[in-house]
């Protein structure tokens, strides 16, 4: 299967779900990582809707050995929370990882908390190329965003293996909507409560997207996760230095 990749021998017993949407391959590095000690799935993303990317998961996830550990990064986190309430058979463990909020009352403290740590220009630079996505894709509005969240987003990057990583405009800004009136319309609170398993949460202490957007809907559906919060870490656990082998750890063990 040309969007699936493996890591590590069989059992293929953990898949990792890229962010974005359109982040394809940045997981790669992290899979490979774990791939040392275990048998891995990196299942990349090609559909622009989100019942297709739904369909596509399960058939990737079909070549592992379920029921599995499906842990998703950022967005990724958000599809394979609604693969979860779809197929809870298949999923041992649900690990949320940088979880964007999953309501909507959380969301405007993202953009407060990456503009303070922008200077005044790098902040107009950021909402013109958000914009700019919003309407179409666009190659160097996308390469803005991914830059200055390289700022906002990280307190000490390490060195990371991102050469697989293929970013996608297009996919961003055909999924990106429908995500978002998941989370506005109330349907995200209601997929969590259809999940069965077992659930953990993976959040970096600096991570502008505040752990209490996850926490919260989590406790309005009665799920009480596990709760990892990362030390001097932002939105990619992997890349961070001070918490990379922590994150390792827990995964290792997931």
């Given amino acids: 299967m040309k969007n699936l990749r493996h890591y590590g021998k069989s059992p293929y017993t953990l898949a ?3 962010g974005g949407p359109g982040a394809k391959g940045s997981l790669a590095g ?7 000690f275990r048998g891995v799935l990196e299942p990349i993303q090609t559909q622009t809707d989100i019942p297709s990317l739904v369909q596509e998961l399960h058939e990737q996830l079909s070549l592992g050995q379920p029921p599995l550990t499906l842990a998703g990064h950022s967005w990724g986190a958000w599809l394979a929370l609604i693969y979860a309430a779809y197929f809870g058979d298949r999923v041992r463990h649900l690990v949320l990882i940088s ?3 999953l309501t909507e009352e959380f969301t405007p403290l993202i953009l407060k908390n990456r503009l303070a740590r922008l200077s005044s220009q790098e902040a107009q630079d950021y909402l013109q190329a958000e914009q700019t996505l919003a309407t179409r894709p666009d190659s160097a509005a996308f390469e803005t965003l991914q830059r200055l969240t ?4 990280f307190v000490k990057p390490c060195p990371y293996d991102d050469s697989a990583l293929d970013p996608d405009p297009a996919q961003y800004q055909a999924v990106w909507p429908q995500a978002a009136q998941l989370r506005a319309s109330g349907k995200l609170l209601q997929f969590l ?4 398993c077992p659930v953990s949460v993976v959040h970096g202490n600096q991570d502008p997207h505040p752990l209490s957007g996850v926490l919260a809907p989590l406790a309005q559906a009665g799920i009480t996760p596990q709760v990892l919060e990362l030390a001097q870490c932002g939105h990619s656990p992997f890349a961070e230095q001070f918490a990379r082998d922590e994150f390792y750890r827990f995964l290792l063990q997931a």
């Fill in 30 to 36: 992290a899979a490979r990582e774990l791939g040392r």
């Fill in 150 to 153: 390289q700022q906002t987003d």
């Fill in 193 to 196: 409560k259809r999940i069965s």
């Fill in 16 to 18: 990792l779900v890229h």
């Fill in 99 to 101: 979880c964007p909020p």
